[in-house]
């Protein structure tokens, strides 16, 4: 009889704590948006048709095809080219009130330079912006996403400073093109990526110069990225009326332990990975980070070199850079763990030695298709007070968050990803007061992931590359999403989207 009581009431607390988790409706404010993103050589495909230039990625998947996983190429990828208007059709039916794509520079201008505007590639452009917009989609164009016309690539690339002014020029033909009906803009997309992995490491262009080539490609990004701000305040913000940001991308930096030592290696990580880009951008001083100048002159005088390998702005340059954007783009995947490295004494030049700490990940993270990418909640939130706190709370665009996985519909831990980094987003607003104003994932499509090919999938939508029209059919992650997209909250039947994630 009595136990028979308790297990009564043990039922009764049970049901009611499971009904508090369910019926917990967490929501994001009215004005709060939701998006998904792409970008043009991850999906475009027509990669030489109606006039399109070739690009590094085009050179370089073509020369080197032992170097993707795969050995695949973005030649087709997902051809949007020709597909651009099932894509729509798909953002519709997710009900996003955003679409983050990005223009292929060799698409427009083939030659790299405005001598030669490729009619068709513009025509492109604004069929796909004219059909987002009939659909109430608003859309976020990347000028950047990693496809520099090769042409640009035999004068050095980044690494070249008149390439300042040539991205200066594209941009122009951008505002001039496509300004009137584009409100947001995004100059580069994670400048730390393809400065470090394609003048650093293994990316196109495939540069292997690090410590030297990434820096001077980081400087000629920041130079051109401030030019083309300038650009818009003087001849198309009065009339345009557009917003005009770039995306850096953040991995959380969390100590190993609470010494002073980690503490401070954490810190020189964040300021290495992120601080290169945001300090000179969102400081009221600019420049680089004062603990990124004096490692890198340091060690650069220890091995010998003339001047530092960290190039110098003018103080014009440091000016203009200085609180050039209207709102940051932060994409951000996963957490790393930190201590100090064993460098000090290196003689070898590299980003990592200058940077000089150890990072790992913890083996209990849930793990994705990706090696770097392991799912940590609390870490978005922690890089988003850091950016608050570091940077006077700017205006923040979450311009990507994503999980990759193995083919297949049913897809209960993307739905679980989501859901625990939007918990940790909504707390770092409403708790913190992080000042963010939507969130995109990443991607809409699988797509072309650069050196891991086609094998790391990152949709909401499945895209079968067996098939010649590249079906497109939705994972359950799309159901949660649109789910999301359309009521601005967490649906309270998560249970539904997960229940088998123990299993799978
Ligand atoms: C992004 N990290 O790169 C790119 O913008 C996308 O083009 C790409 O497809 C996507 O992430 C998935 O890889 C990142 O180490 C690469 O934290 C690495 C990191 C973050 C973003």
Same mark, same amino acid.
């Given at each position: 009889?009595?136990?028979?009581?308790?297990?009564?009431?043990?039922?009764?607390?049970?049901?009611?704590?499971?009904?508090?988790?369910?019926?917990?409706?967490?929501?994001?404010?009215?004005?709060?948006?939701?998006?998904?993103?792409?970008?043009?050589?991850? =999906?475009?495909?027509?990669?030489?048709?109606?006039?399109?230039?070739?690009?590094?990625?085009?050179?370089?998947? %073509?020369? %080197?095809?032992?170097?993707?996983?795969?050995?695949?190429?973005?030649?087709?990828?997902?051809?949007?080219?020709?597909?651009?208007?099932?894509?729509?059709?798909?953002?519709?039916?997710?009900?996003?009130?955003?679409?983050?794509?990005? =223009?292929?520079?060799?698409?427009?201008?083939?030659?790299?330079?405005?001598?030669?505007?490729?009619?068709?590639?513009?025509?492109?452009?604004?069929?796909?912006?004219?059909?987002?917009?009939?659909?109430?989609?608003?859309?976020?164009?990347?000028?950047?996403?990693?496809?520099?016309?090769? =042409?640009?690539?035999?004068?050095?690339?980044?690494?070249?400073?008149?390439?300042?002014?040539?991205?200066?020029?594209?941009?122009?033909?951008?505002?001039?093109?496509?300004?009137?009906?584009?409100?947001?803009?995004?100059?580069?997309?994670?400048?730390?990526?393809?400065?470090?992995?394609?003048?650093?490491?293994?990316?196109?262009?495939?540069?292997?110069?690090?410590?030297?080539?990434?820096?001077?490609?980081? %400087?000629?990004?920041?130079?051109? %990225?401030?030019?083309?701000?300038?650009?818009?305040?003087?001849?198309?913000?009065?009339?345009?009326?557009?917003?005009?940001?770039?995306?850096?991308?953040?991995?959380?930096?969390?100590?190993?332990?609470?010494?002073?030592?980690?503490?401070?290696?954490?810190?020189?990580?964040?300021?290495?990975?992120?601080?290169?880009?945001?300090?000179?951008?969102?400081?009221?001083?600019?420049?680089?980070?004062?603990?990124?100048?004096?490692?890198?002159?340091?060690?650069?005088?220890?091995?010998?070199?003339?001047?530092?390998?960290?190039?110098?702005?003018?103080?014009?340059?440091?000016?203009? =850079?200085?609180?050039?954007?209207?709102?940051?783009?932060?994409?951000?995947?996963?957490?790393?763990?930190?201590?100090?490295?064993?460098?000090?004494?290196?003689?070898?030049?590299?980003?990592?030695?200058?940077?000089?700490?150890?990072?790992?990940?913890?083996?209990?993270?849930?793990?994705?298709?990706?090696?770097?990418?392991?799912?940590?909640?609390?870490?978005?939130?922690?890089?988003?007070?850091?950016?608050?706190?570091?940077?006077?709370?700017?205006?923040?665009?979450?311009?990507?968050?994503?999980?990759?996985?193995?083919?297949?519909?049913?897809?209960?831990?993307?739905?679980?990803?989501?859901?625990?980094?939007?918990?940790?987003?909504?707390?770092?607003?409403?708790?913190?007061?992080?000042?963010?104003?939507?969130?995109?994932?990443?991607?809409?499509?699988?797509?072309?992931?650069?050196?891991?090919?086609?094998?790391?999938?990152?949709?909401?939508?499945?895209?079968?590359?067996?098939?010649?029209?590249?079906?497109?059919?939705?994972?359950?992650?799309?159901?949660?999403?649109?789910?999301?997209?359309?009521?601005?909250?967490?649906?309270?039947?998560?249970?539904?989207?997960?229940?088998?994630?123990?299993?799978?």
């Amino acid at each position: 009889m009595k136990l028979q009581i308790i297990v009564t009431i043990l039922t009764v607390i049970w049901s009611r704590t499971n009904a508090s988790i369910t019926n917990t409706k967490l929501c994001f404010g009215e004005n709060f948006r939701f998006g998904v993103a792409t970008a043009s050589y991850q =999906i475009e495909g027509g990669w030489n048709v109606s006039g399109k230039g070739e690009s590094i990625w085009d050179r370089y998947t %073509h020369e %080197h095809p032992e170097r993707v996983f795969d050995h695949n190429n973005g030649d087709v990828a997902d051809d949007s080219y020709q597909r651009y208007k099932e894509d729509v059709k798909l953002l519709k039916e997710l009900g996003v009130n955003f679409y983050r794509f990005s =223009i292929s520079w060799p698409r427009i201008l083939p030659t790299g330079f405005i001598n030669d505007v490729n009619k068709d590639g513009i025509r492109y452009y604004n069929d796909l912006i004219d059909e987002l917009r009939r659909n109430d989609i608003e859309p976020l164009v990347t000028m950047y996403h990693w496809d520099l016309p090769q =042409i640009l690539q035999e004068l050095g690339g980044w690494t070249n400073p008149v390439m300042a002014d040539y991205f200066a020029d594209y941009a122009k033909v951008l505002f001039n093109e496509f300004g009137d009906r584009v409100q947001f803009w995004l100059t580069f997309n994670e400048p730390l990526s393809f400065c470090q992995d394609g003048y650093g490491g293994n990316d196109a262009p495939g540069g292997q110069a690090s410590g030297f080539e990434d820096y001077m490609c980081g %400087h000629n990004v920041l130079r051109a %990225h401030g030019k083309v701000y300038t650009l818009y305040n003087k001849e198309y913000r009065d009339q345009q009326q557009g917003s005009v940001g770039i995306t850096l991308d953040i991995a959380w930096m969390e100590p190993i332990t609470t010494s002073q030592e980690d503490q401070d290696a954490a810190e020189t990580a964040r300021q290495f990975t992120y601080g290169w880009f945001a300090h000179p951008i969102l400081t009221d001083e600019g420049d680089y980070p004062p603990i990124m100048r004096k490692r890198i002159d340091e060690n650069s005088k220890r091995q010998n070199f003339a001047r530092s390998r960290l190039p110098q702005f003018t103080s014009e340059e440091i000016q203009e =850079i200085k609180g050039s954007f209207d709102f940051l783009g932060l994409n951000h995947y996963t957490t790393f763990m930190v201590s100090p490295g064993d460098n000090k004494t290196s003689t070898v030049p590299s980003f990592q030695n200058d940077m000089g700490v150890k990072t790992s990940q913890k083996a209990e993270w849930p793990k994705s298709n990706s090696t770097w990418l392991k799912v940590v909640p609390w870490g978005f939130r922690k890089a988003l007070n850091w950016v608050k706190n570091t940077y006077n709370n700017p205006n923040i665009l979450v311009t990507e968050n994503g999980i990759s996985l193995h083919p297949g519909l049913h897809d209960p831990k993307r739905v679980n990803y989501i859901d625990g980094y939007l918990r940790a987003l909504h707390d770092a607003i409403y708790k913190d007061k992080c000042r963010v104003i939507g969130y995109t994932y990443w991607s809409l499509l699988d797509n072309f992931e650069w050196m891991r090919g086609y094998s790391e999938r990152f949709g909401l939508y499945e895209v079968d590359y067996e098939s010649p029209s590249r079906t497109r059919t939705p994972r359950l992650s799309a159901s949660y999403f649109r789910a999301i997209a359309t009521t601005g909250c967490l649906p309270n039947d998560y249970i539904n989207y997960v229940e088998y994630t123990l299993t799978d």
